[in-house]
């Protein structure tokens, strides 16, 4: 069974940085893909980054490109997303997902991270 553990929120002021982490488990991971997603209260589940499991394919929502990097440990089956130069709308609910390389659709999800960037 697939299990996602995410790590690493907080709460930081404006301008400040945080790393998050993914650890994955009980899969064989590079068939998978990799994502993290977001969602604020009152706003509807966001792309943020993704990336396959070798760590030469990214890509970015544009609320990310720019200010978040993600990578991947894949001997230590971690993900990371790399939050640089918060702002207060970067507020939410931060989600780590997995999915099979040639799928559409995320199928794993963790429990959730929360970060808040105060002003």
């Known amino acids: 069974q697939v299990q996602l553990v995410e790590s690493g929120g907080g709460q930081v002021q404006a301008g400040g940085s945080l790393r998050l982490s993914c650890a994955a488990s009980g899969g064989t991971f590079r068939n998978f893909a990799m994502g993290w997603f977001r969602q604020a209260p009152g706003k509807e589940r966001e792309f943020v980054a993704g990336?396959?499991?070798?760590?030469?394919?990214?890509n970015y929502g544009d609320s990310a490109k720019g200010r978040f990097i993600v990578s991947i440990d894949s001997p230590k089956s971690t993900v990371y997303l790399h939050l640089n130069t918060l702002k207060p709308e970067d507020t939410a609910v931060y989600y780590c997902a997995a999915k099979y390389i040639d799928s559409n659709e995320y199928h794993y999800w963790g429990q959730g991270t929360q970060v808040t960037v105060s002003s």
């Open positions: 990336i396959n499991w070798s760590g030469s394919t990214t």
